[in-house]
Every structure is written in C-alpha cells, then in structure tokens.
C-alpha cells in the first residue's frame, strides 16, 4: 500500500515501503516567503495556509526527500523540525552544505549511478532540466532539480519527478516503469523561459507509461504557476483520464494498491 498525503505545493508525506518520507517540506505561514517576487498575484507566497500542523507533518517520519533546495521546497520552519539523526537526502554535495544552513546535519547525497538506500528501499536519483533556455546561463539563480524513484521488491515503483521540463533524465525516471508518478507542473516561467511541466508533458507522461497513476503537483501555492489546478482536471476530464491523472486538494490523502 502506497499513501500520499499532499500537503502544499509540492510538499507531501509519502507512506512508502513500511516508512514515512516527507518530501520537499515547506512548513512557512501564508504570505511569510521574501527571498521571491510577486508576478501574478499582489500578495506574497505562499498563497495559502498550510492545511495541518506542521509538528502533525513529522510526527513518526523516517526521512526527509528534498528535490532540489529552493524556497518552496524547503525553508527554516521545515529545518527546525527535522531532527538532527533524521535520515536527510539530497541531490547533490551543494545541497548537502546549503542543507547545513538549516542545521541539518545527518544529509546525505543520492548518488546518480548507484542506488542509495534506507533499509530495503532503494532511493535513486535521476537528473532533472530546470529550465528550457540557456539554463547554465541562470545557475546561480535557478539551481538545477532532481528527480527521485523509490524502489522496494513487491512493491509498486514509484516517480518523483522534481522541478523540470521534459528531458533525458525525466525518460530515465519514466524507464523504471513507475506505477505512480507524482509531477511536478505548474508551467513555471522566469527568467524568459519554462521550467517546470505543462500540459503538453503531462500528456507525453501519459503516453509513455499508460497505467502509471500521475499525482499533479506543484501548483496554486507561487507567484509563477499559471497552470492551475483547475485547468488540469479539467484537461484530464476532457481527455477521459480522470482515474489516471489525479491532481488532490491541500490535505487529501490518496492510496495505491
């Protein structure tokens, strides 16, 4: 039994393999981010409440899985909470130091070529795009993501794709056959270009592995998130794939068997 509770823009409890991951963990008040601008909306990020208490978050949590670190994924109220023997993966040795800022000391990197572990879980990593321009042009900017498969025998694979565009790594994370996919759209743009997923991938992730489950994520919560909600149910209710393509509210638990 796979349970994901998503909680806010891409933060989430993952019931995986017998352990609780929490997933990219951005615990701060409604309207509390500064290090981002505004674009589309007047008031600051993020746009809404956090449904639960962030203590209810991580009570009884195994580990921490962070995509990338980056203001909506991870934040100081997060840092404060995790406990410093907390298992704490990252993608990279410039997250594991940027990790330390937030005074989390147990952080280890997911190698890209050979599967790291917690317990018989197989934590892997796979590269992700976070843009569709000239995106070592933006590095000091808009750090790359990561995506991360969860693997574990006799269980469903699992696929989260992080902050990207459609590229080589995300065909890598889709080449494990996942059962459940949770993608991270939004259609997010800066700097002149896209770098999270819109429709269009949402439809190639689909076609490329027809009964994954897709969890849609990563939207309504940041300044620049123009695809909404809204709009993918709707594109997957006009496409007949509302049993596929799941997009859950703030707080709504969804399970897999």
Not at 49 to 59: A, R, S
Not at 119 to 141: E, P, Q, S, Y
Not at 233 to 251: H, K, M, T, Y
Request: net charge negative; aromatic share 8%.
């Amino acid at each position: 039994m796979i349970r994901i509770t998503f909680v806010r823009n891409c933060t989430m409890i993952l019931e995986y393999g017998g352990k609780k991951f929490v997933v990219d963990p951005m615990f701060r008040a409604k309207g509390e981010t500064e290090e981002l601008p505004s674009t589309l909306h007047a008031e600051k990020p993020p746009l809404t409440d956090l449904p639960m208490n962030p203590q209810e978050i991580m009570n009884g949590a195994d580990a921490v899985l962070v995509t990338h670190i980056h203001p909506g994924h991870l934040d100081k109220a997060a840092g404060k909470l995790v406990p410093e023997t907390m298992p704490f993966f990252v993608q990279n040795i410039l997250d594991k130091d940027n990790a330390r800022k937030f005074g989390l000391k147990k952080t280890q990197t997911i190698n890209m070529n050979l599967s790291t572990h917690l317990g018989d879980i197989k934590v892997l990593r796979t590269a992700g795009v976070h843009g569709d321009g000239k995106i070592m042009d933006v590095l000091n900017d808009m750090e790359n993501s990561s995506g991360i498969v969860l693997q574990k025998d006799k269980e469903k694979t699992v696929f989260i794709t992080g902050d990207t565009v459609w590229c080589y790594g995300l065909e890598q994370g889709l080449g494990y056959n996942p059962d459940v996919i949770v993608a991270y759209l939004g259609a997010c743009r800066a700097f002149n270009m896209r770098y999270t997923m819109n429709l269009e991938d949402l439809e190639k992730l689909h076609r490329t592995v027809p009964k994954a489950k897709i969890v849609c994520v990563h939207m309504d919560t940041f300044e620049n998130q123009p695809l909404t909600r809204q709009q993918v149910r709707a594109w997957a209710f006009s496409n007949g794939l509302q049993d596929q393509i799941l997009v859950p509210e703030n707080g709504e638990t969804l399970s897999f068997e």
